[in-house]
């Protein structure tokens, strides 16, 4: 009776995060026929998170109730950690991904009333299906609740490692990997961020224990149909989610095939039914794509789909390089520490800074993975570890290697973590030496939150002590000159943004920028011009009336990619046709004129 609960709570924490994402998906349907911004579906929307909501809290607090003495004490840390992300999500919105994509298009959505393409924007091509679970709060212009919405993705993971967890050992097991998962200093910092990196890592870990639960009751199709339709939910989370999804499908196949009393007959028709429900999620993106571009998974896959569509802008990139030889190139690696990439992602990872994974994990993930491997259920285990090992190649091999481009595989690296501790409390003759090492453990990550929160420092804007305006003007240097901007222009001006990392979410006037980090547009212009005059027609040809500058970089720029004769050409362009507006902090608001 106890599996019984433990399974009926996996499989309901499952089935909350995919009528979440059919949610999503009938939202960017309707979107596309215009209805962004319709009270009805907005309503819907709102009301189905709430539902969502309500779910997790009755079901964490019915976690409380159930949990001995030590349970207990898990529980009440893991209410800390949530009150705390809370407050974090409070603030209005400032890491680099909300201004530029997750929240930026979403507003561009609502401005418009209806889902549009946008050029100059490849992400705007991705799947975006939390990206509709936030579009109406960005409409309501409540923008700390897509913050809250992420956080909740993150934490229904964690009460599906509960699930799992307590169904194979016991509750405080259970406590403890949803502990240890949402902990993690990089899953802490993402919980109150309006990104998509917690939905991927949901949707493929419930695919992933879904197929373990079939394993074990494959007359249950219900467990098969649930990880199908999680897995197609991962591909419309995020690009990644389709390498998480041909994993998922491998391994489903993998334990279809082994199976003795299956016939050929049943594992095809197993297969295809896993293919075919879990297509569904994604299937409406592709096709968009597919009728806006000629390539269903623009902007990726290029070679095999020439798209019809050109990106706007662009810029230099490194895609061409290998892993080993972009690190050596940007970072100065020798060969011991590229081949030390994954010992260093646990060990060695800081926030901000792309050379060191842009995140932290911290060593308790595999330290006790020697201990992991024993006692029962070894299958499974194998299992887990294979999804975590592949899917880091594919990071390491195929992108840039940053913490939250393999998020997924935390949980399967917590539920081994948790598999560890069990193995050694069963064979450790003092329990108090285990007790101390998951004690720091828990206070490496602690450590981390408490100092985390005093940057981010949320009270004194929660208790409206420092007012939006006042946070937001201390917490992003751009900032005063999007409030002139905002303020001054007409609102007919369309602003050109140059070396503003396309942060343009806090930009009220329409705008233009490059699809990459580097003004393409801008140079194309300089270099293919006679006159100073030909720039400003360049650049009026895209009814563009102001430029947005960070001025250090763009000199720095120029002077680097410009020939002389054409340094002297800009020069006399500025000097006859911008006009400076606004300068401060380092960015300039300037008029074109003709």
């Excluded at 079939?214 to 897995?231: G, N, P, T, V, Y």
């Excluded at 299937?283 to 789909?305: A, D, E, H, M, R």
């Excluded at 299958?379 to 390491?396: H, T, V």
Aim: hydrophobic share 50%; with cysteine; charged share 15%.
């Amino acid at each position: 009776m106890m599996e019984d609960r433990f399974s009926i709570l996996l499989f309901r924490t499952c089935a909350v995060g995919c009528l979440l994402g059919i949610v999503g998906r009938v939202y960017f349907l309707l979107g596309l026929t215009g209805y962004v911004g319709n009270s009805i579906a907005n309503l819907f929307v709102a009301a189905s998170l709430v539902a969502a909501t309500i779910f997790f809290l009755k079901a964490f607090i019915g976690t409380l109730w159930e949990s001995p003495r030590v349970g207990r004490l898990l529980w009440l840390a893991i209410f800390v950690i949530l009150g705390t992300e809370l407050t974090l999500c409070l603030v209005p919105p400032t890491a680099r991904d909300e201004l530029t994509h997750h929240l930026a298009i979403p507003r561009l959505y609502a401005r418009a009333g209806k889902i549009l393409e946008i050029p100059m924007a490849p992400y705007a091509y991705y799947p975006m299906l939390l990206d509709m679970l936030y579009t109406p709060w960005v409409y309501w212009k409540y923008d700390s609740v897509p913050k809250i919405v992420h956080g909740l993705f993150g934490f229904m993971t964690g009460l599906s490692l509960y699930a799992y967890l307590s169904r194979r050992m016991n509750v405080v097991y259970g406590l403890l990997g949803f502990f240890f998962f949402i902990s993690v200093p990089s899953v802490l910092r993402l919980s109150h961020w309006a990104y998509v990196d917690l939905g991927t890592t949901f949707y493929s870990t419930a695919a992933l224990l879904c197929i373990l639960r079939w394993r074990e009751e494959k007359s249950a199709r219900q467990w098969l149909i649930m990880a199908a339709l999680s897995a197609g939910f991962t591909v419309a989370t995020k690009p990644n989610g389709l390498v998480a999804w041909l994993l998922l499908f491998f391994l489903f196949t993998w334990i279809a095939v082994r199976e003795p009393e299956h016939n050929y007959g049943r594992i095809l028709s197993e297969c295809l039914i896993f293919g075919a429900v879990g297509a569904l999620p994604f299937l409406p993106w592709l096709i968009k794509n597919w009728l806006q571009t000629g390539n269903p998974f623009f902007p990726l896959l290029g070679g095999l789909f020439p798209a019809k569509t050109e990106i706007e802008g662009g810029g230099a990139t490194y895609v061409s390089l290998g892993v080993f030889a972009k690190r050596e190139l940007l970072y100065g690696e020798n060969w011991w520490q590229i081949m030390a990439l994954p010992l260093r992602l646990f060990f060695f990872g800081r926030d901000d800074d792309p050379q060191y994974f842009d995140g932290v994990l911290g060593p308790s993930l595999i330290l006790l993975l020697p201990w992991a491997f024993k006692g029962k259920w070894l299958e499974e285990k194998k299992l887990l570890m294979s999804f975590a090992i592949l899917f880091f190649l594919y990071a390491l091999f195929l992108v840039d290697l940053r913490v939250r481009y393999i998020l997924p595989i935390v949980p399967p690296m917590v539920i081994l973590f948790t598999y560890g501790v069990f193995n050694i409390y069963l064979r450790i003759r003092r329990p108090i030496y285990l007790f101390v090492v998951l004690s720091c453990f828990a206070a490496f990550n602690g450590y981390y939150l408490w100092r985390y929160f005093r940057h981010v420092d949320p009270l004194r804007y929660a208790t409206g002590q420092e007012s939006r305006t006042a946070y937001l003007a201390r917490t992003l240097p751009e900032y005063p000159a999007f409030q002139y901007l905002n303020r001054e222009l007409s609102p007919t001006a369309k602003i050109y943004l140059l070396f503003m990392g396309r942060r343009a979410y806090y930009c009220d006037r329409e705008y233009f920028h490059d699809a990459g980090e580097l003004p393409g547009f801008l140079l194309r212009a300089i270099q293919s011009a006679k006159e100073p005059v030909d720039v400003a027609r360049r650049l009026k040809a895209l009814r563009l009336t102001h430029l947005l500058v960070r001025d250090e970089l763009l000199i720095r720029f120029l002077r680097d990619n410009l020939k002389p004769a054409q340094h002297r050409l800009w020069d006399a362009f500025t000097a006859n046709h911008l006009e400076i507006l606004f300068r401060e902090r380092g960015y300039s608001v300037l008029q074109l004129h003709d």
